[in-house]
């Protein structure tokens, strides 16, 4: 099975950017969906951005839109996300996932539909 290891999470001042990276290891990433989750401090784990093995990107609709963006590099085995813009609404602490399954465009943003997890990064913007 694959283990996951996020890291580049810190502060940052509000408007900055970061980019978080998920580096894999045990088996290739290229058997696997990718996304990141974000769980904020009192809230529910809710999804951020997606990306098939084929490289095609969902995001989540509404806040991240526009501002994040999702990569992977298989020969790396990492995947990342680069976050601009940040505001102090999107502190957080970040998680990788990986899936095994197929997963459809509803499935792809529910966080049992993946069944490897990394132990996360905290992000903390300041205003």
């Known amino acids: 099975q694959v283990q996951l290891v996020e890291s580049g999470g810190r502060l940052v001042q509000a408007g900055g950017s970061l980019k978080l990276s998920c580096t894999a290891s045990?088996?290739?990433?290229?058997?696997?969906?990718m996304a990141w989750f974000r769980q904020a401090a009192r809230k529910e784990r809710e999804f951020v951005a997606h990306i098939m093995k084929t490289g095609r990107t969902t995001y989540s609709t509404g806040a991240v839109k526009d501002r994040f963006t999702i990569s992977r590099d298989n020969a790396k085995n990492t995947v990342f996300l680069e976050m601009n813009n940040l505001n102090p609404e999107d502190t957080a602490i970040y998680y990788c996932?990986?899936?095994?399954?197929?997963?459809?465009?509803?499935?792809?943003?529910?966080?049992?539909?993946?069944?490897?997890w990394g132990q996360g990064t905290q992000v903390t913007v300041s205003s």
């Open positions: 996932a990986a899936s095994e399954y197929m997963l459809t465009d509803s499935s792809r943003s529910e966080r049992t539909s993946y069944n490897f």
């Open positions: 045990g088996r290739t990433i290229n058997s696997y969906s």
